[in-house]
């Protein structure tokens, strides 16, 4: 990672989670994706594991997606390893908390965590993005134009917060 003040870090990480968002969708990956080409420690494992979150978990309307993507991040700099399974130094809690940290950021700002009542709020309805006619909808009301980057966005900048806050990145 480039050394760049945390107010330039923190736009790009949100300007590249919006674009991502808008250009491919895939909120989980979007949020993966930027924090990975700001200030790395995500390899490809990582983002590829976030494929099937998108939608709130394989387009269901549960736990965002770009949530559970940015817990993946946290995870990815501060999770237990398998070699310390037994986690002797209890480091899975303090990804627990780190994780409860961003939900609150969530559920501050749209309400919820859950990916249908984060669309309900900002585009006034849910959508099942899983059948082809809703998805349409979905796209035509702007979903992939301004809505649901915003959330991706957003959401990398408050893990990249969390990650700078931490001393796990590097301004």
């Known amino acids: ?25 895939g909120c989980s990956q979007c949020v993966v994706g930027a924090i990975r ?18 939608g709130g978990v394989g387009l269901s309307g549960a736990t965002c997606g770009a949530l559970t993507g940015g817990v993946l991040v946290i995870g990815s700099f501060i999770g237990r390893e398998y070699h310390q399974f037994a ?11 780190l994780s409860r940290h961003l939900v609150a950021r969530f559920e501050k700002e749209y309400g919820s965590s859950l990916c249908h009542d984060i669309k309900k709020k900002i585009m006034g309805r849910s959508y099942r993005l899983f059948d082809e006619k809703e998805h349409n909808a979905f796209i035509q009301a702007g979903g992939h134009d301004d809505k649901c980057p915003k959330v991706a966005g957003k959401a990398a900048r408050w893990v990249a917060e969390i990650l700078l806050e931490e001393g796990l990145i590097q301004e």
């Open 1 to 25: 990672m480039k050394f760049m003040r945390k107010d330039k870090l923190l736009d790009l990480v949100e300007n590249l989670g919006t674009e991502y968002e808008r250009k491919f969708g």
């Open 37 to 54: 080409d700001v200030a790395g420690g995500v390899d490809d494992s990582v983002f590829k594991a976030a494929t099937g979150l998108a």
């Open 87 to 97: 986690d002797p130094g209890k480091i899975r809690f303090k990804t627990f908390d």
